[in-house]
C-alpha cells in the first residue's frame, strides 16, 4: 500500500508548551496535538472512542492523552487505548518542527473509528 508522508503546518512551536495538549485544524477535520514534557510531538483523532469526547480537550499524562469526559486514555504515538472505559483505538500522526512550525503528516492511512 502506497505511504506518501504529506506534512501540513498546525501551528506555532511556541503556541504549545511541553506538557500541552491542544485543538489543531487541518484539511477541515480536528485533531489533538501535544507535545511531552520530554520535548516529543505527537497528534491524534480528536475524538474519544468511548462515547466522542474531545481528546484535545484533555490531558497529557507523559505520552497519554486522557479524555476529560470518562478518563479513557490513548497513547499519543500510536492511538492505542491505554485505559479503559474506551476500547477502540483511534489514528495516530506523525508530527515534524521545521522552522518553529509544527506539521501533522495527513499522508498515512487511517481508519475509521469505532466508537462505543
Ligand atoms: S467519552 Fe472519552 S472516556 Fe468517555
Redesign the pocket.
Known sequence: MADESRFVPVAGEADIAPGEVTIVGAEGRTFCLARTEDGRWGAIDNV?T????TLGEGELDEHCVE?P????RFDLFTGEVKAM??VFPVNAYPVRVRDGVVEVDLGVPVKELEIG
Do not use: I, K, S
Not at 468511548?50 to 469526547?53: A, E, F, I, K, Y
Not at 469526559?69 to 479513557?72: I, S, T
Open positions: 474519544c468511548h462515547d466522542g469526547g479524555c469526559r470518562h478518563g479513557a472505559p474506551a
